[in-house]
């Protein structure tokens, strides 16, 4: 069974840093392409970053140049790092899974191609 668990979470003044956990279990994140999502209060899910089981990243311009994506498959983990966050970016943050082997141009930010979903971590930033 598939889970992701992510943790990091918090509020920050703008400027600030944070960095995002996804805990993996049930598959190897190896295998898999993920990707990170953001809701706020009122707005749909974006597509904030991804990762497929080639390596290949792509972010939300958006987020570029502040936020890395980044897979450790020793820990079976995705992690997020945020930097100069600013007060658009408070949002609940997802975590996602898909057994596909690469995305193509942006598909790795849409969220219907994913399978599988964590809970969520609310990131809270403040100006």
């Known amino acids: 069974q598939v889970?992701?668990?992510e943790s990091g979470g918090g509020s920050v003044q703008a400027g600030g840093s944070l960095t995002l956990s996804c805990?993996?279990?049930g598959y190897s994140v190896a295998s898999y392409s993920m990707g990170w999502f953001r809701q706020a209060p009122g707005k749909g899910r974006e597509?904030?970053?991804?990762?497929?089981?080639h390596g290949i990243i792509n972010y939300a311009d958006s987020v570029k140049g502040r936020f890395t994506i980044s897979k450790?498959?020793?820990k079976n983990t995705l992690t997020l790092q945020m930097y100069s966050l600013k007060p658009e970016?408070?949002?609940m943050y997802y975590c996602a899974a898909a057994p596909t082997a690469i995305w193509v141009g942006d598909s790795g930010l849409i969220s219907w191609n994913y399978n599988y979903w964590g809970q969520g971590t609310q990131v809270t930033v403040s100006s």
Not at 47 to 53: E, L, P, Q
């Open 47 to 53: 597509g904030v970053a991804s990762i497929d089981s």
């Open 3 to 5: 889970q992701l668990v």
């Open 23 to 25: 805990l993996a279990s």
């Open 72 to 74: 450790d498959n020793a």
């Open 89 to 91: 970016d408070t949002a």
